[in-house]
């Protein structure tokens, strides 16, 4: 295994280049940058997600992260036996929204296990902002400028909702597609053994077969999830079937996932609880809730609007790079 880099010298120049333009860009709208731990209690609850853990230890070769010291009970979700590395700042960010920040952004490492690929590293980088009294098409709107500031070009854009690029593509609506039919066409397009799951076959069927067909002539906002994807996003109170959620699509890669963020605390952790059951129903780990995020959104969460932006994908989009690796400096296998 060699020790060099995999991403050219010239390249890091534009990588450093572009990290320099999106700081411009929320400094010259006044959004303020922030640092939250990357090391958390309680990871995210969403199904799709692994989280690594990670265990600190003090001097004495004791576990970090608790006062005592001491081993917790299994049932003692305040204070869970180990920690993890987050999969996005998003529960901290909105803590301090609730404190008060004003609006913010931060560019960090994440880690996500379980992915690798072309487009996939485990250890990638976000940025991630909140812009406060933004409608889900003020941040549609916001993230298309970005983007186009860190590609150095101009950018069509075009909207499709989640169930008309589905009639489109693949001439089923997902809001009322069965699991039968939506196996079906995962096998046609090649998967084998899926899991009956409505959301897991249309998670699947978005990612490999619609999702790769997206943004080769303009910039394409996907949006109108549905409401079981729902995540931290508010439901359209027009249609309680979605969800005010989209994503972006460039050149076939998805490159963000932006809310119109959920400030209810009561439902917020009805979702993490339906998580963690279907998390168990699948044989994944089920997690500590993050109580910390709920007592921030039953203090108060602002009116606001989130998203995540890929910044390792935004690069290779700018410099032509046709592997994730091409634009970072160490992969996890040369870490």
């Excluded at 069927?205 to 729902?230: C, N, W």
């Amino acid at each position: 295994m060699s020790w060099r880099p995999t991403a050219a010298r010239e390249t890091l120049r534009h990588r450093a280049v572009l990290l320099q333009r999106a700081r411009d860009f929320f400094a010259a709208r006044r959004v303020l940058e922030v640092n939250t731990p990357i090391v958390v209690n309680a990871p995210v609850s969403d199904i799709h997600i692994h989280s690594a853990r990670v265990e600190l230890q003090d001097a004495d070769g004791a576990r970090a992260g608790r006062g005592d010291h001491a081993e917790p009970a299994a049932s003692d979700c305040s204070h869970p036996p180990r920690l993890f590395l987050h999969t996005s700042p998003e529960y901290a960010m909105k803590r301090l929204l609730a404190a008060g920040s004003g609006d913010i952004f931060q560019i960090c490492p994440v880690v996500r296990g379980f992915e690798r690929g072309r487009q996939h590293n485990a250890e990638f980088t976000l940025i991630e902002w909140y812009r406060q009294g933004f409608s889900l098409a003020d941040l549609m709107a916001e993230v298309a400028d970005l983007v186009r500031t860190l590609l150095g070009r101009p950018q069509r854009v075009e909207h499709i909702s989640y169930r008309e690029v589905f009639l489109e593509q693949l001439h089923i609506d997902p809001f009322t597609a069965t699991p039968t039919e939506l196996s079906t066409l995962a096998g046609d397009a090649g998967f084998r053994d899926t899991a009956d799951s409505r959301d897991e076959l249309l998670e699947l069927l978005m990612g490999t077969v619609i999702g790769p067909r997206l943004g080769h002539e303009a910039l394409t906002f996907v949006h109108g999830y549905p409401a079981t994807q729902a995540a931290l996003a508010r439901l359209d109170p027009e249609d309680p079937r979605a969800a005010l959620r989209f994503e972006l699509y460039a050149r076939g890669m998805e490159l963000a996932n932006g809310f119109h963020e959920l400030l209810s605390a009561t439902e917020q952790r009805a979702r993490f609880v339906h998580d963690n059951e279907e998390r168990q129903r699948a044989g994944r780990p089920v997690y500590p809730l993050d109580e910390q995020l709920l007592a921030a959104l039953a203090a108060g969460l602002p009116d606001c609007a989130g998203v995540a932006v890929g910044f390792d994908r935004v690069v290779m989009l700018a410099t032509g790079a046709q592997h994730i690796d091409e634009v970072l400096t160490f992969p996890t296998e040369r870490a």
